[in-house]
Every structure is written in structure tokens, then in C-alpha cells.
């Protein structure tokens, strides 16, 4: 079945350095739909990124990513850490059916 | 604020009773998703509907939970008898077919 990988639990980091989160997904569908979601302490998953083009470099609020079918992947990605990013994040794959399938989650730290 | 409602915020039973949480989804879309969220913030499917109709579910949900969309009343999902390994968050969320989630602020369970 449809399935996300995101291989790191915890990610910490210094504020101002790079962020990059992995994402690698496996499908048997040819035109997937992946997402990034955040989700902050207590709060409930928002989403922040989309895209189903293959190549074509999605941002918002900072963060951006590309779908590379090659590849399989979906890495999140934004230049420079804030201490507000700190936060779960979650890569999902929706492939034309009705459920999205969340990947296992990465929590970004980030410290002063 | 999100424009899914969930109530009630939290909810707290002992083992064997029923627990019961609604959900309005947001106006429009179509199809409504139940996700549980355990203590190690995995996500894992429930139960969906479009219009009413349940589209998908496991096994644990279809054996031990009923859930239900009517027209014009909130969803709902309800735990027929309660056990501690159900202490979870409850995640509804809603969305146009094929297209990201707008997800409400959940229901804590504890079971005690």
C-alpha cells in the first residue's frame, strides 16, 4: 500500500541555520498529491505546503519544497531557522482516493 | 480558529463506558476524516465520509466505534466501551474530494 517516510524524529537546530526535513513516499499512483503539515504544542495540524507538479518548486511562509517523482520525495526545506518554527512536521500522500496517509512525523527544535 | 468544530475538548471516562465526540465540518466540503492521535503523535485512520456515507474504515473502527454524519446535525464518533489504550487525541477533519484537510482542534480522550 501507499506509504511516507520521514526518517528523522527529532531534528535540532540553531536558530538562523537551514532547515531541511526528509520525505521519500512509495505509491503505486502516477500523479500523487503530497502535503506538508505543522502542527505547534497543543494545537491541531494546519497545512503549509502542496503540490502534485513534478519539479516545480512550492513555498509559503518561508518554507518551500519540490515534488520529485524520480525520487519519490518531498523534502521541506526553508534557508534560515526561527525559534517560532519549532513545531511537528508531518509529510502526507493523498493519491486520488479519499485518505491522506501521514508519515510518522519529525519534530523540529529550534534553539537560541 | 479553525473552521472545523470539534466538541468536546476534552472528555474523561472509565473503562467500559461510551465516549462520544461530534464534529462540524467545515460549510461545503464534502468529505469528513476521524484520525486518532496517539501519545507518540502518529496519526492513524479511522473512519471517512462523503455525504454521509462511510467511504472507508478499519477493522477497530468498524467493531468497536460508531460513527455517523447526518445532514444538517454534526458528525460524530463514539466509543461503544471504552479502553485505556483509546486515551488519544481525535482529530476530525474535512476537505473537498482529492484536496488538503482543514482539520478541527480534537478531543482528548482519557480513559481511566
Redesign the interface.
Known amino acids: 500500500g501507499d506509504s511516507v517516510t520521514q526518517t528523522e524524529g527529532l531534528v535540532t537546530l540553531t536558530e538562523g541555520l537551514p532547515v531541511m526535513l526528509n520525505c521519500t513516499y512509495q505509491t503505486i499512483y502516477s500523479n500523487p ?1 503530497l ?1 506538508w ?1 505543522v ?1 505547534h504544542l497543543n ?5 503549509l505546503l ?1 503540490s502534485f507538479t513534478d519539479n516545480k518548486r512550492t513555498e509559503h511562509q518561508g518554507f518551500h519544497a519540490t515534488l520529485h517523482k524520480s525520487s519519490s520525495s518531498f523534502h521541506l526545506q526553508k534557508s534560515s531557522a526561527q525559534l517560532s518554527d519549532s513545531a ?1 512536521y ?1 509529510c502526507a500522500l ?1 493519491t ?7 508519515g ?2 519529525t ?1 523540529l527544535l529550534v534553539s537560541p | 480558529n479553525s473552521k472545523v468544530i470539534q466538541t468536546p475538548r476534552y472528555l474523561v471516562k472509565g473503562q467500559g463506558q461510551k465516549a462520544k465526540m461530534r464534529c462540524i465540518p467545515e460549510k461545503g466540503h464534502p468529505v469528513v476524516f476521524w484520525y486518532q492521535q496517539n501519545k507518540n503523535n502518529e496519526f492513524k485512520f479511522l473512519i471517512n465520509f462523503q455525504n454521509q456515507e462511510v467511504l472507508q474504515q478499519i477493522d477497530m473502527t468498524e467493531k468497536r466505534f460508531s460513527a455517523e454524519c447526518p445532514s444538517n446535525s454534526p458528525c460524530s464518533l463514539e466509543i461503544q466501551s471504552s479502553e485505556a489504550g483509546d486515551s488519544a487525541l481525535y482529530l476530525c477533519a474535512s476537505s473537498w474530494e482529492n484536496s488538503d484537510y482543514t482539520f478541527g482542534s480534537g478531543t482528548r480522550l482519557l480513559v481511566i
Open positions: 498529491f502535503f503539515y502542527q494545537e491541531s495540524p494546519r497545512l502542496k511537528l508531518y493523498s486520488g482516493g479519499y485518505k491522506v496517509v501521514f510518522s512525523g519534530r
